[in-house]
């Protein structure tokens, strides 16, 4: 067994299963003709069940011959134009590389006794995101899983310099309240098309779901901040803390951004962290004409990034970014066979003084690889190019009597439903219809699109973020919508009837 341990006297044979297993995804890459042949659960499962797993293929290339079965010739391909579901995005090529790289070396993020060469990647590029933002010379950051541990990160943070300032002040008074009196008195502020993670974030940080405090959203889907300004007053005169106020760049359902300086203002005035969930928009950081988008996000406390949405990443690639490298201190812990405190002392890097993971891939590499090969303007035009096609794409349903748009994006998704020619029907009807539509589309391996509810309502959802889609692809996906969801409405007209 010990021929399989990559080494230096198995080199020739990662070498070979290495390329075999790249010849094999290079072959599905030049030849799906769909984002996915439309296989059920009840059809794959029984497959994949069936296999005994203790007993060994005894090498890669049958086991990528299995493999062609239960996953390869059935998974969901991202760079496909017609996949236009969720936040994913196709990757590229210098990333992959990074990938194959990073995965065989297999460095451990931790410590600098693990990831040297690694650390000095990473922090460098915290630093140059950091400077994309405009976070200034005292910053710092991490990167991480994805855009939910990013903004748990933020938020516990934000959580522990809250309760050290109100914890301050309240001794100069001559009290001294405790953790656990402060929390359930802290409050966390954000909009109400915000991402998820917030709501979850505060629960595991022991505040509630209740602690979270969700702002009504304007005709354009970003936070009303007069309303916000209100309940910041609210908070104060209850004898409440504003421990953060949460901006969107980019929401999950509409790509909108959030008026980053006026919530910036607000949250200044009432001593509340600003952190800025920039998981979506952050791709607008390299973007050669729409960086604009961003202003005001220089002020934030702390920044949520995902390269592995709009940098065309591979999963995972993420990062929490704060103005003050101080207070990512509320998350150090030193252990004694780990991180000692006398390695801080000596300036030993370990990364995981700042980090909440302890074992941590070197996906910082796949950025670097990227930026090394495309550089930014590069990257950042593949970002502006969907955006112009969302923009297209906007014009061409709103031109369709055949669906209603809820609003022009900002980023690239669009937001849209199925609305029948002729006559009344019922709301449930109508919403049935839109998920009927998505499930059936989904079903045929045709497309795969999203879906939301907007206002009580079911839609429909473009996620656009492959350059390769055009508005061809769209009209047609639009075509294959309308015919399911007529189908379904006249079917239930029949049976109504």
């Known amino acids: 067994m010990r021929s399989h341990l ?21 072959a599905k890459l030049a030849t799906t003709e769909r984002p996915h042949t439309g296989i059920s659960v009840d059809e794959l499962a029984p497959v994949i069940e069936a296999i005994d797993l203790d007993a060994p293929l005894g ?8 493999l062609e079965g239960v996953y390869l010739r059935d998974a969901v391909y991202f760079h496909h134009p017609r996949y236009l579901g ?3 995005c196709p990757v590229v090529i210098p990333a992959v590389v990074g990938e194959a790289v990073l995965s065989a070396v297999n460095s451990s993020l931790d410590t600098w006794d693990q990831s040297i060469g690694g650390t000095l990647i990473e922090r460098r590029l915290i630093d140059w995101t950091a400077r994309r933002i405009g976070l200034g ?8 899983s994805g855009g939910s541990q990013s903004n748990f990160h933020a938020l516990l943070l934000a959580r ?29 502020f954000t ?23 969700c702002v009504p959203v304007d005709r354009n889907r970003r936070m009303d901040t007069s309303v916000l300004a209100l309940e910041l007053e609210n908070c104060a005169s209850e004898g409440l803390f504003p421990m953060a106020v949460v901006a969107t760049a980019g929401t999950t359902d509409f790509g909108s951004i959030d008026p980053l300086p006026e919530i910036a203002r607000l949250a200044s005035e009432h001593s509340a962290w600003m952190h800025v969930d920039a998981a ?5 950081l390299i973007s050669p004409t729409r960086r604009h988008l961003l202003d005001g996000i220089e002020h934030a406390d702390s920044v949520t990034v995902d390269y592995h949405k709009s940098f065309f990443q591979p999963v995972s690639s993420s990062a929490m970014l704060v103005r003050d490298r101080d207070t990512l201190k509320h998350a150090t812990y030193h252990a004694d066979y780990l991180n000692p405190r006398r390695m801080a002392e000596e300036r030993i890097p370990n990364q995981v003084d700042k980090s909440i993971q302890t074992t941590r891939r070197f996906d910082a590499l796949k950025l670097w690889m990227t930026l090394r090969v495309m550089g930014a303007d590069g990257l950042g035009s593949l970002f502006d190019e969907v955006i112009d096609l969302a923009a297209a794409g906007f014009d061409l349903i709103e031109a369709d009597p055949r669906f209603e748009v809820v609003v022009r994006p900002q980023i690239s998704t669009l937001v849209f439903r199925y609305v029948p020619a002729g006559g009344e029907h019922r709301k449930d009807l109508l919403d049935e219809a839109q998920l009927h539509a998505r499930k059936a589309l989904f079903a ?8 939301t509810k907007v206002d009580g309502d079911q839609y429909l959802k473009f996620t656009l973020l492959n350059p390769q889609t055009t508005t061809a692809d769209i009209a047609a996906v639009l075509d294959l919508l309308a015919a399911h969801a007529e189908q379904f409405l006249g079917e239930s007209l029949a049976v109504h009837r």
């Open 444 to 451: 045929s391996g045709e497309a795969v699109v999203a879906g």
């Open 6 to 26: 990559l080494n230096e006297t198995t080199a020739d044979l990662y070498r070979r299963s290495v390329t075999e297993g790249v010849d094999r995804v290079a």
């Open 280 to 284: 979506y928009g952050c791709g607008l």
């Open 137 to 144: 010379e005292g910053a710092d950051g991490i990167f991480t």
């Open 59 to 66: 090498d890669a290339a049958a086991a990528l011959d299995e």
């Open 160 to 188: 522990d310099e809250a309760c050290r300032i109100v914890m301050k002040r309240a001794l100069e008074r001559g009290t001294e309240p405790t953790k656990a009196e402060l929390l359930p008195k802290l409050r966390i």
């Open 86 to 88: 969720h936040l994913n």
């Open 191 to 213: 909009s109400e098309a915000s991402h998820f993670s917030v709501q979850k974030s505060a629960a595991m940080l022991g505040l509630g779901y209740e602690a979270v405090i």
